[in-house]
């Protein structure tokens, strides 16, 4: 069955950098467009950017140009990396499948995130 990992979270200042990572096993990254997104305590999950099966990347408005998504095939492993952060960028970020996440025993599944706090 599916499992991802997230990783690479922690407390940085702003206008720092991080990189996430996201380990699966189960399915194979490459075959699907992937997401990144993100969920601030009281506010709803919001996507931050998707990579599809071709390499194409999009994303959110609020990360433009901070943020790159990419993938390593051979490690089954995407990542994020995160520059000029903002406080505002403060939250879980998770990664899944975009728009229908990995189901396992008949529930969506999702890892346990991993959290960035952008602070001074």
């Known amino acids: 069955q599916v499992q991802l990992v997230e990783s690479g979270g922690g407390l940085v200042q702003p206008g720092g950098s991080l990189r996430l990572s996201c380990a699966a096993s189960?399915?194979?990254?490459?075959?699907?467009?992937m997401a990144w997104s993100r969920q601030a305590p009281g506010k709803q999950r919001e996507l931050v950017a998707t990579?599809?099966?071709?390499?194409?990347?999009n994303y959110a408005d609020s990360v433009k140009g901070r943020f790159t998504i990419s993938r390593d095939n051979a490690k089954n492993t995407m990542y994020l990396q995160m520059d000029s952060l903002k406080p505002e960028d403060t939250a879980v970020y998770y990664c899944?499948?975009?728009?229908?996440?990995?189901?396992?025993?008949?529930?969506?599944?999702w890892g346990q995130g991993t959290q960035v706090t952008v602070s001074s």
């Open positions: 990579i599809t099966s071709g390499g194409s990347t």
């Open positions: 899944n499948r975009n728009l229908r996440p990995f189901r396992v025993q008949g529930r969506d599944y």
């Open positions: 189960g399915t194979i990254l490459s075959i699907n467009t």
